[in-house]
């Protein structure tokens, strides 16, 4: 106390070490850049969770924290995975741009997803991925994994024909990666950062609520259509 900020400790916390400069500045970057998510799904289920229990305070975040899944609070956990999986090829010979390509095409034939890649907000580049990428270019931490995220665009593009928006989970996992940090604790970084804007999110609805009024405006917004009656015959 007095001594590490909270980041700093954070740090020591996931990892049992203080953090170097490098780290500790990249962990507040990537803290700030996904703290806040506007009026997503998870944020809502918080604020209706308050709504109905004003009390339950803790009752709020674990509701908005339930609902923060690969689609909201983002894939930065696999994106790592797939990127220690295209290093370890790397490692074993290959070339990153080949590596990269080989892994696209696999996944675009599977008809999945590629982890990292489209927005449905941030087109055609998503700012925050844009910005951790220029800082680490600026601090001289891009290494093989932001190499390879870099590869992964160009690889996407070719394999979907036509660019997708690298959106912010990739880089999130490429500079931890960079940074010493290891694939499973990456996950931990959005969770911390969302639970932080959650609680911001709570602190508007209780003096300005919309619980409620969400509620009642997504009753007016969706129409009941009676199914027909089954044979059961």
């Not at 954070?10 to 703290?35: K, M, N, S």
């Not at 599977?110 to 925050?128: A, E, K």
């Amino acid at each position: 106390m007095g001594r590490l900020s909270f980041t700093e400790y954070f740090h020591l916390l996931l990892t049992g070490r203080e953090p170097t400069d490098d780290q500790r500045f990249f962990l507040d970057l990537l803290l700030i850049a996904i703290a806040e998510h506007g009026m997503m799904p998870s944020n809502v289920a918080a604020r209706m969770t308050l709504a109905a229990d004003p009390g339950s305070l803790q009752g709020a975040v674990a509701a908005g924290i339930l609902g923060c899944g690969p689609v909201i609070l983002g894939t930065s956990e696999e994106c790592a995975r797939l990127l220690e999986q295209a290093q370890g090829e790397v490692a074993a010979g290959g070339v990153a741009e080949q590596v990269a390509q080989g892994i696209a095409r696999t996944v675009h034939a599977s008809g999945r997803r590629m982890p990292g890649f489209g927005h449905p907000i941030h087109r055609p580049i998503d700012p925050r991925a844009e910005r951790i990428l220029e800082l680490a270019d600026a601090r001289g931490v891009s290494g093989s994994h932001l190499l390879l995220a870099r590869s992964f665009r160009e690889a996407v593009a070719k394999a979907w024909g036509k660019p997708l928006t690298m959106n912010v989970a990739m880089p999130i996992a490429a500079v931890m990666l960079d940074l010493g940090f290891s694939a499973a604790t990456v996950k931990a970084v959005p969770i911390l950062a969302r639970t932080a804007g959650l609680l911001a999110h709570l602190a508007e609805e209780r003096k300005h609520p919309a619980g409620f009024f969400m509620a009642a405006n997504a009753e007016q917004a969706v129409d009941y259509e009676r199914q027909p009656e089954e044979d059961v015959r």
